[in-house]
């Protein structure tokens, strides 16, 4: 249980901002919240709360590390907007849907072209692994706010599979 005290904590200091996020739990599920204060005083300080929970569970969820020098930056690294894949951006520009969407046929006709050389390997086995390979990074990538949806992406992947299927 986490008893949220709103009142006088509008500013909250650097050593605040970082005692709130590393007072947080592993998942947010395991919150019981209990807000004291005024609405104005909740509504001004439940969106700092918010940020600092989304980096703890995008921390607990990618073992990302990272040290920031002021509160100002710890707020406009949570309030990026590419959080898909900001807090582990070894993807580049391979990450990209639209370059996906380009590269996935030729990665496809590729692979056939391999493992037609080598009947012994199972082509549709190891496509069908790395299509769901590739579903697994998106789930691992996504966004884990509030509106975290691991299925948001996966029906893109599986239309990559029908697709670069007509190939085999």
Same mark, same amino acid.
């Given at each position: ?9 509008? @500013? /909250?200091? #650097? ?20 807000? &004291? ?28 590390? *990272? ?7 710890? +707020?406009?690294?949570? #309030? ?8 582990? #951006? ?7 849907? $639209? ?6 046929? /030729?990665?496809?006709? $590729? ?6 050389? *080598? ?5 549709? @086995?190891?496509?069908?692994?790395? &299509? ?5 990074? #998106? ?12 299925? +948001? ?13 007509? $190939?085999?």
């Amino acid at each position: 249980t986490l008893y949220l005290d709103f009142v006088g904590c509008e @500013n /909250l200091t #650097d050593v605040g901002m970082k005692a709130l996020a590393e007072s947080l739990p592993e998942t947010l599920a395991e919150l019981e919240l209990h807000f &004291v204060g005024s609405f104005e005083q909740q509504a001004a300080v439940f969106a700092v709360f918010a940020r600092a929970a989304w980096l703890k569970v995008t921390y607990a969820g990618t073992r990302v590390n *990272r040290n920031f020098a002021s509160r100002a930056e710890l +707020r406009a690294f949570a #309030d990026r907007t590419d959080r898909a894949n900001h807090a582990t #951006d070894w993807t580049g520009w391979a990450g990209k849907p $639209y370059l996906t969407v380009l590269l996935w046929p /030729l990665v496809s006709w $590729y692979m056939k072209k391999y493992f037609q050389l *080598r009947p012994h390997l199972s082509w549709w @086995n190891i496509h069908c692994f790395l &299509v769901w390979l590739f579903c697994l990074r #998106d789930i691992v990538l996504n966004d884990y706010g509030s509106d975290f949806n691991p299925l +948001r992406r996966i029906d893109v992947d599986v239309i990559f599979l029908f697709c670069s299927s007509i $190939y085999s």
